[in-house]
């Protein structure tokens, strides 16, 4: 619980400062004309999250970021939900070294967790590819005719909720400060797998790891010591 925590707080950390949206605005910006692109790299880095270390609700901190850059690329609300929820619902499912899923079970039946790993990485692959394939032709249907969204009822509602504030000639600068605060962020996750799958680490040595993760982020947010710890903890409490 205490390392589900942490990474919360983390994440509250990366939404105040902006990075998260900066970077997935970065990312839709070089997909224009392209939409599908995005749907496909939203759905594969949850995909990749799922099945490295086990992303699933953790991913509650994107829906509210990623929601109107698929509503205004004329997607609707179930494919935005389909990209992140199946991506990371495909990768768990097919854990390749997810070490709280795949790395702990090998350790308990006293095998190595890379036995097998050709076989998960092959029916992960499947998996996706058939999800992708049919969220590709649900979002091309239904951005030929919007009457076809399963949430077509519910619209005017769900484009009220997430496009009242939203400016979309608004820029969040993908700035460095921001591109650093993300790569720590992604460098703690191989290194957690490589402590669980090398040296068996558990949730003492990952949530060390993790708030150490968060000091730098800290560090290097920009934020005021206050800011931070008042937004690691509200951070923290979306996740309870």
Do not use: Q
Request: glycine share 8%.
């Amino acid at each position: 619980m205490v390392f589900v925590l942490i990474l919360g707080g983390i994440i509250g950390i990366i939404n105040k400062i902006g990075a998260f949206d900066a970077g997935i605005a970065a990312l839709s910006k070089r997909t224009k004309g392209k939409e599908f692109l995005l749907v496909t790299l939203v759905f594969l880095l949850t995909t990749l999250g799922g099945t490295t270390f086990g992303l699933a609700e953790e991913t509650i901190a994107f829906y509210p970021i990623l929601m109107p850059i698929f509503l205004v690329s004329g997607f609707d609300a179930i494919t935005c939900i389909a990209a992140i929820y199946m991506g990371s619902s495909i990768g768990t499912m097919f854990s390749t070294v997810n070490p709280f899923s795949v790395v702990i079970a090998s350790n308990v039946a006293g095998i190595n967790f890379t036995n097998g790993l050709m076989y998960r990485i092959i029916v992960l692959s499947l998996g996706s590819l058939i999800t992708l394939v049919y969220m590709y032709y649900y979002a091309k249907k239904v951005r030929l005719n919007p009457k076809a969204s399963l949430v077509y009822e519910d619209e005017n509602a769900i484009h009220e909720r997430f496009l009242k504030s939203y400016d979309i000639e608004s820029k969040v600068e993908f700035t460095i400060r921001r591109k650093i605060v993300l790569l720590i962020f992604a460098l703690a996750f191989p290194i957690m797998i490589w402590g669980v799958a090398r040296d068996g680490w558990w949730f003492e040595e990952m949530s060390t790891l993790f708030l150490a993760d968060a000091i730098l982020i800290m560090i290097f947010s920009g934020l005021s010591e206050k800011d931070c710890v008042n937004t690691f903890i509200a951070g923290a409490a979306d996740l309870v």
